[in-house]
Every structure is written in structure tokens, then in C-alpha cells.
């Protein structure tokens, strides 16, 4: 998995965060596709806690963060 290393670069921003999930990382498929993973934040949820896709996060009426962009990606 790829993660979000800016704190450990130097750089004192991070990711904005909301109060449903925060950006955890991108995962390689075997494929080598890149897809995001998610952290459920939303206080009094019963995933609180699980690492989740943005599918994942619509499924559960939770707001997706915004997200960095893919490792590679020059926009």
C-alpha cells in the first residue's frame, strides 16, 4: 500500500479532513490498478475504524474526503 507520507516529509499539511472518513492510502491491485482506501471517522458509527473503499463509503451514506492525487499522476 501506498500511504500518505507528508507527515514524515516535512510538510505540514495534510489531507482535509471531514467527519465521516480520512484518505488512508492507495492499494496496488494484482493488476497493478490503483484504487483509494478510506478510514471511517463518523462518531457513533459501527465501522468506526474499518478501512474502507469510496464504494464503500457511498454504500454507507458516509461523505467521501477529498483525495490526494495517484502516485505517478502529473494533473
Known amino acids: 500500500m501506498v ?17 465521516d472518513a480520512v ?3 492507495w492499494q496496488t491491485t494484482r493488476s497493478g490498478e490503483l484504487f483509494a482506501l478510506y478510514t471511517i471517522t463518523a462518531a457513533d458509527h ?5 478501512t474502507v473503499t ?19 499522476d502529473e494533473s
Open 3 to 19: 500511504t500518505d507520507d507528508s507527515a514524515t516529509s516535512g510538510e505540514s499539511s495534510q489531507p482535509p479532513r471531514n467527519d
Open 23 to 25: 484518505f488512508k492510502g
Open 46 to 50: 459501527p465501522s468506526r475504524g474499518s
Open 54 to 72: 469510496d464504494k464503500s463509503l457511498r454504500n454507507l451514506n458516509l461523505k467521501v474526503p477529498q483525495t490526494p492525487g495517484r502516485p505517478g
